[in-house]
């Protein structure tokens, strides 16, 4: 065997892949809803654009449509940059927008400073004034309202083409009617009145040069808060982009007892490759030799290393801490879990809430309402005063003050950093349709198996209470359970070692098992099961039945011939942060529920040891939607944590669904939330999260809101000047930021 350098690609060229696209000139939500709808118009293309990362993923075409796919980007008014599928996820060819940003703000602050003091000083006083005083001034605007307020220029000419409107509309706008107001009042010797208020009277005549001012400073200001809002973007997308820092850049694979060092993309599964101490876990697989303690807390939140050896599976992104590990892989590249749970949170980012989308329309409609307003106020002061100058300013100061950028990120800020977060504490949030619920529920129903307990059923007794022997008791049930997939059916069966031969097996789901052995026609199953068949129950069984199920634990019986023949007792232990998870729960004002196949006593002993607040046992797998479909119909908003197949539907109908990691892959795709940390104190830190992240959300548009609402009448009657307006705007969009960057606190309250 000879280690290939040239790897194939996971996907080949024709087949359909994920194609991700670099953006490059969006400034708000509008810009990528328009660019997706534009890539979704390409066949059979299903793209999401994420505002927050830049970025656009693009499903169902083959790597060779990268090409057109860009250029629709392009006829959209944007550029586009392929990203390599080999590429590292937090790596961008895209120019750095704070960067470019801080570039203008310099250059416009170096200007303005200058410009402000020398030009409101002449305003000001006339008798400092020199010949050409004015058209000075105008040369040190120029660059700052065509070079450093180009991108809200060239925004607002991209919203122009397409028939649109956005927050960069108001701005520029403002920005430009200014400046050449104040060129053609200078140039045509129409700054004869006084000039606009200034908090303690009107500027001398001559002074409308100081409209220069206004365009420098606003620019400023704007551009200010711009930076220091992709500052706090970015700071937040590093969050989200936590996950994708957790993977491996490289793998030394195994080849002929040779470790050869690869990059990370060309790993296969099925190679082995080896991880010394200290090293990152490059993917998904299976422990072939070695043992090690193995750290999953940056990935989990799990704090307690956990001791792994040989045949143990371990995760991508985990750190074997003391000891060498030869691990096969089993899942490398997008199939890792690491990897799927950064996509899964990127998409959550990238999908927009039903609020989001009533923001969206509310702006769309917003601006246009706004340019409506500047001209019925530059027209109303013209009336009432005739005063131009003083028309114009209030006019100017509507455009700037009502600039809706706050609400355009009241959401998606809040969104970015909440999902981000929840991903570092062991929580993958699939969609903002979680927050939103999260916001509602009112009960929390759990499932028993899998979930609060370890899910590994043990057998603890065996007792013979007929004719047939123990160890024959045994073996006949070992050899009916060695074909179920039931966690009780797997402790059975592996209790006896090997089975005896059955034919005509049949699976009685939610029942038990059916078959015949040497001639015996046997059953096993529960007490529901023999009823149905009509078989008998000695006092003897009943007595160990009810012992045990008291106990909480589980009864199984086995009849041969029509004949109850033995009584098997099984144990599944109950999770150590049961009881604690409960407890969180219930501290949040939730209801809880416990939801179980198990019969009555049974799951009322669970239930009591637990705290849970009620009890619905004996439901089989196909009845649990239809359970959480009745409290539903009672008026409760339902929350279901679960973890098997048998949980998918449940998961589904349920308000909120949330799913534990060892679920199967079924339950994890019908869950809102995926909860990867195994302390089972992940349940209320997901509610708890979810719910301060919308309630951040709810918080930043009331105060955008009532900040626009209440700005603009008082820039209409001329109590806010233009230089007041730009300030005040750009610090309403640095709070909204700065609150949901609150949401990077929040700690795992509970920890193993």
């Known amino acids: 065997?000879?280690?290939?350098?040239?790897?194939?690609?996971?996907?080949?060229?024709?087949?359909?892949?994920?194609?991700?696209?670099?953006?490059?000139?969006?400034?708000?939500?509008?810009?990528?809803?328009?660019?997706?709808?534009?890539?979704?118009?390409?066949?059979?293309?299903?793209?999401?654009?994420?505002?927050?990362?830049?970025?656009?993923?693009?499903?169902?075409?083959?790597?060779?449509?990268?090409?057109?796919?860009?250029?629709?980007?392009?006829?959209?008014?944007?550029?586009?940059?392929?990203?390599?599928?080999?590429?590292?996820?937090?790596?961008t060819s895209r120019p750095d927008r704070a960067r470019g940003l801080l570039r203008r703000l310099l250059v416009s602050a170096l200007i303005t400073l200058p410009l402000g003091n020398l030009g409101i000083v002449l305003a000001l006083v006339p008798d400092l004034r020199f010949p050409g005083w004015e058209w000075l001034c105008v040369l040190l605007a120029i660059p700052v309202v065509f070079w450093c307020a180009w991108p809200f220029h060239r925004a607002t000419l991209r919203n122009v083409r397409h028939g649109s409107f956005s927050m960069d509309t108001l701005v520029s706008i403002g920005v430009l009617a200014a400046f050449f107001f104040a060129v053609v009042t200078i140039a045509?010797?129409?700054?004869?009145?006084?000039?606009?208020?200034?908090?303690?009277?009107?500027?001398?005549?001559?002074?409308?040069?100081?409209?220069?001012?206004?365009?420098?400073?606003?620019?400023?200001?704007?551009?200010?808060?711009?930076?220091?809002?992709?500052?706090?973007?970015?700071?937040?997308?590093?969050?989200?982009?936590?996950?994708?820092?957790?993977?491996?850049?490289?793998?030394?694979?195994?080849?002929?007892?040779?470790?050869?060092?690869?990059?990370?993309?060309?790993?296969?599964?099925?190679?082995?490759?080896?991880?010394?101490?200290?090293?990152?876990?490059?993917?998904?697989?299976?422990?072939?030799?070695?043992?090690?303690a193995v750290d999953t807390s940056m990935m989990t939140g799990e704090p307690v290393p956990a001791e792994i050896g040989r045949g143990a599976r371990v995760l991508g992104g985990t750190i074997a801490l003391n000891g060498r590990l030869l691990v096969r892989a089993?899942?490398?590249?997008?199939?890792?879990?690491?990897?799927?749970?950064?996509?899964?949170?990127?998409?959550?980012?990238?999908?927009?809430?039903?609020?989001?989308?009533l923001v969206d329309k509310v702006v769309s409609i917003f601006v246009p309402v706004v340019l409506a307003i500047a001209l019925v106020t530059f027209f109303g002061w013209l009336l009432i005063n005739g005063s131009v100058s003083a028309g114009f300013s209030a006019a100017i100061s509507v455009l700037i003050i009502a600039c809706p950028c706050a609400m355009g990120l009241a959401t998606p800020t809040a969104l970015m950093v909440g999902v981000g977060r929840a991903g570092q504490l062991g929580i993958v949030i699939k969609g903002p349709e979680a927050l939103e619920a999260s916001g509602t529920i009112d009960t929390v129903v759990l499932d028993k198996t899998g979930t609060l307990?370890?899910?590994?059923?043990?057998?603890?007794?065996?007792?013979?209470?007929?004719?047939?022997?123990?160890?024959?008791v045994r073996r006949w049930a070992a050899g009916l359970?060695?074909?179920?997939?039931?966690?009780?059916?797997?402790?059975?069966?592996?209790?006896?070692?090997?089975?005896?031969?059955?034919?005509?097996?049949?699976?009685?789901?939610?029942?038990?098992?059916?078959?015949?052995?040497?001639?015996?026609?046997?059953?096993?199953?529960?007490?529901?099961?023999?009823?149905?068949r009509?078989?008998?129950?000695?006092?003897?069984?009943?007595a160990i039945i009810d012992q045990a199920e008291t106990a909480g634990k589980t009864a199984v019986l086995l009849a041969a011939d029509a004949a109850v023949a033995g009584v098997l007792v099984l144990s599944d232990r109950i999770k150590t942060s049961a009881s604690e998870a409960v407890a969180a729960i219930k501290e949040l004002g939730l209801t809880t529920v416990l939801l179980t196949g198990d019969n009555e006593r049974a799951a009322t002993a669970v239930g009591k040891r637990l705290g849970i607040d009620r009890v619905v046992a004996g439901v089989l797998p196909t009845d649990k939607a239809q359970r959480i479909a009745a409290l539903q119909a009672e008026g409760h908003k339902v929350a279901m944590v679960g973890d098997g197949i048998n949980d998918a539907t449940a998961l589904a109908t349920a308000d909120l669904g949330l799913a534990v990691l060892s679920g199967t892959d079924i339950a994890l795709k019908s869950a809102d939330m995926i909860l990867v940390r195994k302390h089972l104190g992940v349940i209320a830190d997901a509610i708890h999260l979810a719910r301060?992240?919308?309630?951040?959300?709810?918080?930043?548009?009331?105060?955008?809101?009532?900040?626009?609402?209440?700005?603009?009448?008082?820039?209409?009657?001329?109590?806010?000047?233009?230089?007041?307006?730009?300030?005040?705007?750009?610090?309403?969009?640095?709070?909204v930021v700065s609150n949901s960057l609150r949401l990077r606190s929040q700690q795992a309250r509970r920890s193993a």
């Open 188 to 292: 045509f010797g129409l700054d004869s009145q006084p000039g606009y208020w200034i908090g303690w009277g009107r500027t001398p005549a001559g002074a409308d040069s100081m409209y220069l001012e206004v365009s420098s400073v606003v620019t400023t200001f704007l551009l200010a808060g711009r930076y220091f809002e992709a500052r706090a973007r970015r700071s937040a997308a590093d969050v989200l982009g936590a996950l994708n820092d957790l993977a491996a850049k490289t793998v030394r694979v195994l080849v002929d007892g040779r470790e050869f060092e690869i990059p990370i993309g060309k790993l296969q599964a099925g190679q082995e490759f080896s991880v010394r101490p200290g090293e990152t876990i490059a993917a998904d697989g299976e422990v072939v030799d070695g043992m090690s």
């Open 453 to 472: 307990t370890d899910g590994e059923m043990t057998l603890e007794s065996v007792t013979a209470v007929g004719a047939v022997p123990e160890d024959l």
């Open 330 to 357: 089993v899942a490398v590249g997008g199939h890792t879990q690491l990897a799927q749970m950064a996509q899964l949170a990127e998409q959550a980012q990238a999908r927009k809430a039903r609020v989001q989308r």
């Open 1 to 91: 065997m000879t280690i290939r350098q040239d790897l194939p690609a996971a996907v080949e060229e024709g087949q359909p892949t994920r194609i991700e696209l670099d953006i490059d000139g969006m400034t708000c939500a509008a810009c990528a809803t328009r660019i997706e709808k534009k890539l979704n118009k390409v066949d059979n293309a299903r793209a999401i654009v994420n505002f927050a990362t830049d970025r656009a993923v693009i499903t169902g075409l083959p790597q060779s449509a990268t090409d057109e796919l860009v250029l629709a980007v392009k006829k959209a008014g944007y550029s586009a940059t392929p990203v390599a599928r080999d590429a590292d996820p937090n790596e």
């Open 534 to 542: 009509s078989v008998t129950l000695p006092p003897a069984a009943g």
């Open 692 to 735: 301060r992240t919308l309630r951040t959300i709810r918080g930043n548009l009331i105060w955008a809101f009532a900040y626009n609402v209440a700005a603009i009448p008082l820039a209409a009657f001329g109590l806010l000047n233009p230089l007041i307006a730009g300030a005040a705007m750009s610090l309403s969009s640095v709070f």
């Open 481 to 532: 359970e060695s074909h179920s997939e039931h966690p009780i059916g797997r402790a059975i069966a592996a209790s006896a070692g090997i089975g005896l031969r059955v034919e005509d097996f049949q699976a009685l789901p939610g029942l038990g098992a059916s078959g015949r052995i040497d001639d015996h026609e046997l059953l096993i199953g529960n007490r529901t099961l023999l009823d149905d």
